[in-house]
């Protein structure tokens, strides 16, 4: 998640939600926890109770802090107690006379004060009210902060020269670097806590926003971890993945920025989680056994900001020779690196360091204020040195690295500007974060959206103090628009780097890549270079099925287009492959075979590793022997109607040798198949027109077969789910989910983290269990005799009788722009009388609560054989197409999911879906789908009833 602005109405306005939502109690009062004995004497610790009464000039008051000749920067940062007490912080040179008063933040106030030099002398720190606070001061009145002098200032060397276009990559002329794409199974997983509250179960990795994934290199198990999940992958000699969710105990309730971290070095994972928008509230727990056993840290004592939290470590910085020099502090006898934990407030971006494994941090270091940089900020990474680097998108109008070179003590700002090109943050929305990849000799990779519209990359050998290479790796594909990159380093010379990419251009035939009506579709790309960036070689991971389709939002907000939210990861295993960490957008037959022109897309966002399989690596020992190699594994989608199963796949990674054929397999039970057909190595799609069974599963696999051998396969499943003329079963409900007994939920929380299953009720409670609003399943039709309409239905245990106050719902994503979401239902009023309507769903503005606003379009008329409901629980619905934006054939209708909801309050509560309070629902909540097979509906026309 991101908090988007450093102004001060932003910390004001988010603050007053926060207070709105759950009184001051919830923001609580914890003070800084450190494992360090002392600081080193440039940043100055001083604490005390500040003046409630009276703005400056106040009789609160700290110092002297005596600052020497040479200094270029100081930062000041202050921290109430009590994060809701809005303090004001004014600084006073040694002259006496005030140089600045910082009053933009509530409980936190920080600045950065420069010149060249900054006079030397005794500088005091005065703390006072704010002259317009908040809201009224909660004991106790104290605060904590930190003075710190530095003889780095922020600035460049030469003026900064912007232009969209980049000078493309010059090309690798080596071998290409293949991919393969595995999918989290659709597999029901226990959940000890959703982000709603519940103890439940969820489909397996079917809510991967903002995914981390790191590899322990022991093991060479790759952990990935999204919302409450810590997954934990292996990949078999077959070249198959084994998932399991091993979730840190600490990954509760609602979450925030969910971040993991692998240490090569350790093995040590540490996974994190932030609480909403709450300051010191971060979550963390590290394992070192790939999840199987897991600590917890001094959770919620990391003097942490509010948002977009990052971990990183590695070893200890110790220059003797440099001046001042550079000792490593005292840590851990038995864990031999550094971890830090860095987060984005309303003003001001800080670092805190662990000194002992993970357990403990120390107390948090201002990297930049709201003056000098944006707040957001990419992933923290260590260099082989013990350089510490942490990117921004956006200091003083570039894109930059924030250095430091001190253990995470003192932070340098170090533009990215090689003087004859400078990185240009993204125009495109507001805006995404850059990353940096190093390589084992130290030198960084500094890879950036520029302009929103190309895969920017350049490289410096002086930890950021100047630049080369900056390249378009994404030119040699047409890339005009691009999101999230990422970056992982290698041996000397080796890096990667990686985004999400359209081909397609904003304008004014096409849309706005970052909203719904954007036309074109998105890949994954990953770049390699061998040779420290001065050539490289990319790689189009998805080449024949998007992982997205229409806009892809860049910057906050709920719209349907930020399904894939802010970020996603790569790391590298222990024999130098990439692995690429991301969600997919567009998951599913539906939406991945859908033709180009089609609007819509699944919103889905299901975990996905991109693992490389073919070409170089990234650690040159294991560089293979030959060139060419077996080719890989098709990523295979289904899509079955009636009796058809339309396949259609990635084209395999070729190994480097042409694909002579595929061979179809098919079976009627898993692992079963048997010989279909061959095709053609240049044929990418396949129907099988004999799936004439609706009572059977059908089971695939493709193989790929070039001149050195045949290639490994994953097998897809499709069951009948219909046919469009009577209707497409979206989603049914599997009948052992906990909350098909009618919202019952564990009365305690199952312990352990492992994969041991949740326990079910014992006895289940079947007391609350109301049949009425107990979903089996919701379906699509378009029936030849009702032309111009969609028909909808929910089917649920009974409606012999109606309770009152309820509503059954079936709601689903559109992509105009204007229009989030559609709804159609039925509804009951006091008495039990149904009535039935379509409307609009909006985000009603409560934060992370998940709680949508309705409005309502239209009635439904009833009548016998049109909109109707069934004793034996069947809601027929007829909506009308042109009401509901008038999708055409092939477009798709995304993230339909079912609900229902009881105890309404008329004229107050009945107008919001509210998810805490569902009692039955087909794991479609928000906007984002979460289901499995994916929630999509391909339109098919009335007057054939046939898929297009």
């Given amino acids: 998640m991101k908090t988007n602005s450093s102004h001060s109405i932003s910390a004001r306005t988010t603050l007053a939600i926060l207070l709105s939502l759950a009184g001051f109690g919830f923001l609580c009062a914890i003070p800084f926890i450190g494992t360090r004995a002392q600081l080193p004497s440039n940043v100055m610790t001083f604490s005390g109770a500040f003046d409630t009464t009276s703005p400056y000039p106040c009789a609160t008051f700290s110092g002297p802090f005596v600052v020497p000749p040479g200094q270029a920067r100081i930062i000041v940062n202050v921290n109430a107690s009590v994060p809701t007490n809005d303090l004001a912080v004014t600084l006073v040179g040694p002259d006496g006379t005030p140089i600045h008063t910082e009053d933009n933040g509530v409980g936190n106030e920080a600045f950065?004060?420069?010149?060249?030099?900054?006079?030397?002398?005794?500088?005091?720190?005065?703390?006072?009210?704010?002259?317009?606070?908040?809201?009224?001061?909660?004991?106790?009145?104290?605060?904590?902060?930190?003075?710190?002098?530095?003889?780095?200032?922020?600035?460049?060397?030469?003026?900064?020269?912007?232009?969209?276009?980049?000078?493309?990559?010059?090309?690798?002329?080596?071998?290409?670097?293949?991919?393969?794409?595995?999918?989290?199974?659709?597999?029901?997983?226990?959940?000890?806590?959703?982000?709603?509250?519940?103890?439940?179960?969820?489909?397996?990795?079917?809510?991967?926003?903002?995914?981390?994934?790191?590899?322990?290199?022991?093991?060479?198990?790759?952990?990935?971890?999204?919302?409450?999940?810590?997954?934990?992958?292996?990949?078999?000699?077959?070249?198959?993945?084994?998932?399991?969710?091993?979730?840190?105990?600490?990954?509760?309730?609602?979450?925030?920025?969910?971040?993991?971290?692998?240490?090569?070095?350790?093995?040590?994972?540490?996974?994190?989680?932030?609480?909403?928008?709450?300051?010191?509230?971060?979550?963390?727990?590290?394992?070192?056994?790939?999840?199987?056993?897991?600590?917890?840290?001094?959770?919620?004592?990391?003097?942490?900001?509010?948002?977009?939290?990052?971990?990183?470590?590695g070893v200890y910085r110790q220059d003797l020779a440099a001046v001042p020099p550079i000792v490593a502090p005292p840590h851990s006898p038995t864990y031999p690196n550094a971890v830090y934990y860095c987060s984005q407030d309303l003003e001001t971006a800080l670092c805190s360091r662990n000194d002992d494994g993970g357990l403990t941090y120390g107390p948090s270091i201002p990297m930049y204020v709201g003056t000098q940089c944006g707040g957001l900020h990419g992933h923290v990474k260590v260099a082989p040195d013990g350089t510490v680097y942490v990117p921004n998108r956006d200091c003083s109008g570039t894109q930059s690295a924030v250095v430091s070179e001190d253990n995470g003590v003192t932070w340098a700002i170090r533009p990215v500007n090689t003087c004859t090109y400078a990185a240009k943050p993204s125009l495109v929305g507001t805006g995404d974060d850059p990353a940096i990849a190093i390589d084992d000799s130290g030198r960084v990779y500094f890879a950036f959206s520029n302009f929103g519209t190309s895969a920017g990359v350049a490289v410096s050998s002086d930890k950021g103090k100047t630049w080369t290479n900056m390249y378009d790796v994404g030119a040699a594909y047409g890339v005009k628009n691009v999101a999230f990159p990422a970056a992982v380093g290698g041996s000397n010379g080796r890096a990667a780097v990686t985004f999400y990419g359209s081909t397609t251009p904003n304008g004014s035939a096409t849309g706005d890549s970052n909203e719904g009506s954007f036309t074109g579709v998105w890949h994954l790309y990953v770049a390699h270079t061998f040779n420290g960036g001065s050539t490289w070689t990319t790689t189009d991971v998805t080449p024949t099925l998007p992982m997205q389709r229409s806009g892809l939002l860049r910057g906050g907000g709920a719209d349907?287009?930020?399904?894939?939210?802010?970020?996603?990861?790569?790391?590298?295993?222990?024999?130098?492959?990439?692995?690429?960490?991301?969600?997919?957008?567009?998951?599913g037959g539906p939406c991945s075979q859908a033709a180009a022109t089609a609007h819509g897309n699944a919103y889905s966002v299901t975990a996905t590793i991109a693992r490389q399989s073919s070409g170089r690596r990234l650690l040159a020992s294991f560089d293979p022997a030959t060139p060419t190699s077996k080719p890989g594994a098709p990523f295979v989608t289904a899509y079955r109607v009636g009796s058809v199963v339309h396949l259609a796949w990635n084209e395999a990674d070729t190994g480097n040798a042409s694909i002579t054929n595929y061979k179809i397999l098919r079976g009627t039970s898993s692992g079963k198949e048997t010989n279909l057909a061959t095709i053609k190595g240049t044929q990418m799609k396949y129907d099988d027109t004999k799936a004439t069974d609706p009572t059977k599963t059908y089971y695939y696999r493709v193989v790929a077969i070039n001149k050195v051998g045949q290639g490994s396969s994953a097998e897809v499943a499709a069951p009948y789910m219909g046919d469009a003329?009577?209707?497409?079963?979206?989603?049914?409900?599997?009948?052992?989910?906990?909350?098909?007994?009618?919202?019952?939920?564990?009365?305690?929380?199952?312990?352990?983290?492992?994969?041991?299953?949740?326990?079910?009720?014992?006895?289940?409670v079947l007391a609350s269990a109301i049949p009425q609003l107990l979903i089996d399943y919701?379906?699509?039709?378009?029936?030849?005799?009702?032309?111009?309409?969609?028909?909808?239905?929910?089917?649920?245990?009974?409606l012999s009788s109606i309770p009152a106050n309820s509503?059954?719902?079936?709601?689903?994503?559109?992509?105009?722009?204007?229009?989030?979401?559609?709804?159609?239902?039925?509804?009951?009023?006091?008495?039990?009388?149904?009535?039935?309507?379509?409307?609009?769903?909006?985000?009603?503005?409560?934060?992370?609560?998940?709680?949508?606003?309705?409005?309502?379009?239209?009635?439904?008329?009833?009548s016998p054989t049109g909109t109707h409901y069934d004793p034996d629980g069947t809601i027929t619905m007829y909506v009308p197409k042109s009401g509901v934006g008038n999708p055409q054939r092939g477009d798709l209708l995304g993230a339909i999911g079912g609900k229902t909801i009881t105890g309404d309050v008329p004229g107050v509560t009945d107008t919001l879906e509210r998810s805490t309070t569902f009692i039955d629902h087909t794991f479609v909540k928000g906007n984002s789908d979460n289901s499995y097979p994916a929630a999509t509906y391909r339109v098919a026309g009335n007057s054939t009833c046939g898929q297009p």
């Fill in 112 to 313: 950065d004060y420069e010149a060249s030099p900054v006079p030397t002398g005794n500088y005091t720190v005065y703390v006072c009210a704010s002259s317009n606070p908040l809201a009224p001061f909660i004991q106790p009145y104290t605060y904590t902060g930190t003075f710190t002098y530095n003889d780095v200032a922020a600035s460049s060397n030469c003026p900064a020269n912007f232009t969209p276009t980049l000078p493309a990559a010059p090309a690798d002329a080596g071998p290409k670097i293949g991919y393969e794409n595995f999918e989290a199974p659709g597999v029901l997983t226990p959940i000890t806590q959703t982000s709603s509250g519940a103890f439940t179960v969820e489909y397996l990795g079917r809510s991967a926003f903002e995914p981390s994934i790191g590899v322990h290199w022991t093991t060479n198990v790759t952990a990935y971890q999204s919302d409450l999940e810590s997954l934990f992958v292996t990949f078999g000699s077959n070249g198959l993945a084994t998932w399991v969710n091993r979730r840190a105990p600490t990954s509760q309730f609602i979450d925030s920025d969910p971040i993991l971290f692998t240490d090569r070095q350790t093995g040590r994972t540490f996974a994190s989680e932030l609480t909403l928008l709450s300051p010191d509230t971060v979550k963390i727990s590290y394992t070192d056994d790939d999840g199987q056993t897991w600590i917890p840290d001094q959770t919620g004592g990391i003097a942490s900001a509010v948002d977009h939290e990052t971990l990183g470590g």
């Fill in 560 to 587: 349907i287009v930020r399904n894939l939210a802010d970020f996603f990861d790569v790391t590298i295993d222990k024999q130098g492959r990439v692995e690429v960490g991301y969600a997919n957008g567009c998951a």
């Fill in 725 to 764: 003329c009577n209707g497409m079963v979206i989603h049914r409900n599997d009948p052992s989910h906990p909350e098909s007994y009618g919202g019952a939920i564990l009365t305690t929380a199952p312990i352990g983290p492992g994969a041991t299953p949740v326990p079910t009720p014992t006895p289940p």
């Fill in 778 to 798: 919701v379906s699509v039709a378009e029936p030849a005799s009702a032309p111009g309409y969609f028909v909808f239905k929910m089917k649920v245990n009974t």
């Fill in 807 to 862: 509503r059954w719902r079936i709601a689903w994503d559109w992509w105009t722009p204007t229009t989030q979401m559609y709804y159609v239902g039925m509804k009951s009023n006091q008495a039990g009388a149904v009535s039935f309507e379509y409307g609009t769903l909006a985000d009603a503005g409560v934060p992370a609560v998940l709680v949508l606003g309705e409005t309502k379009i239209a009635d439904l008329p009833q």
